[in-house]
């Protein structure tokens, strides 16, 4: 199977030497990239800033800002080496300061106010923009109301999967070697996974995918 897998944070520039980011290390993204080669699979990384490894055998494509993630993924989907499977773990900026200075800012007043705007949804595009049909995989990070937060994810964003996890915690997600998550699928179950390390959790999770992929798209 082809897999299409996002990873990382993205990063939106301020100005010229500073940018909005968030915590994500790349590391569930990556581990996924690597099972499934592991597993026989053909894999593109379309990843942001990461200080990781690139699994030998995978495509890499890094990106910095969501919006060249958008555009990326947009032209994977659409050209005639589409994948048979997408998983978003990318943590995707959801707001860009609305215009980023040409020059580095220079501390002349007491306070600064930053305009930010909406980033495109690169998952949330899948169906209704890039005309993706295949299986879509998405992740949702949470701090609150997990399950209801990721279920609301996976009707808007028309996913077959989201994998949902708590970074509230500071023992599994963001920047962790382990990673404890749920799995929740569109007809309403939901199928928590023991806390375990990213590698061994990224192979049951590729298991997975790959066996309802087969399902769905034979
Ligand atoms: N995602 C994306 N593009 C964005 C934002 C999110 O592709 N601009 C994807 C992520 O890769 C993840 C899923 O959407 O697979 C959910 O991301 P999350 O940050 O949990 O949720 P949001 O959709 O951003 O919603 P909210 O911030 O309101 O929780």
Redesign the pocket.
């Known amino acids: 199977m082809k897999f299409l897998i ?1 990873a990382g944070p ?1 990063r939106e520039p301020i100005d010229p030497v500073r940018f909005l980011s968030n915590r994500s290390s790349g590391k569930m993204g990556y581990a996924l990239a690597a099972a499934a080669v592991e597993a026989g699979h053909t894999v593109v990384l379309v990843s942001g800033p990461v200080v990781l490894e690139t699994p030998p055998g995978v495509k890499l494509h890094r990106v910095e800002t ?1 919006q060249q ?2 555009e990326v ?1 947009k032209s994977i989907c659409e050209s005639t080496d589409a994948p048979d499977i997408s ?8 707001y860009r300061p609305k215009s980023a200075a040409s020059q580095k800012i220079k501390k002349l007043e007491d306070s600064l106010e930053l305009e930010l705007e ?9 169906r209704t923009e890039f005309g993706f049909r295949g299986f879509l ?6 701090t609150e109301n997990v399950m209801a ?2 279920q609301e ?1 996976l009707r ?2 028309d ?1 077959d999967l ?2 949902a996890n708590d970074v509230g915690r500071n023992d599994s997600g963001f920047d962790s070697d382990e990673n404890e998550v749920i799995l929740c699928f569109p007809s309403g179950p939901v199928e928590p996974l023991p806390k375990q390390s990213k590698r061994t959790l990224a192979r049951e999770i590729i298991r997975r995918i790959v066996a309802l992929a087969e399902k769905k798209l034979r």
């Open positions: 996002t993205t969501a993630m958008f993924v998983i978003h773990a990318a943590a995707v900026a959801d909406r980033t495109q949804d690169v998952l949330g595009a899948m995989a998405g992740f949702a990070a949470e937060n990721a994810k808007r964003k996913c989201v994998i």
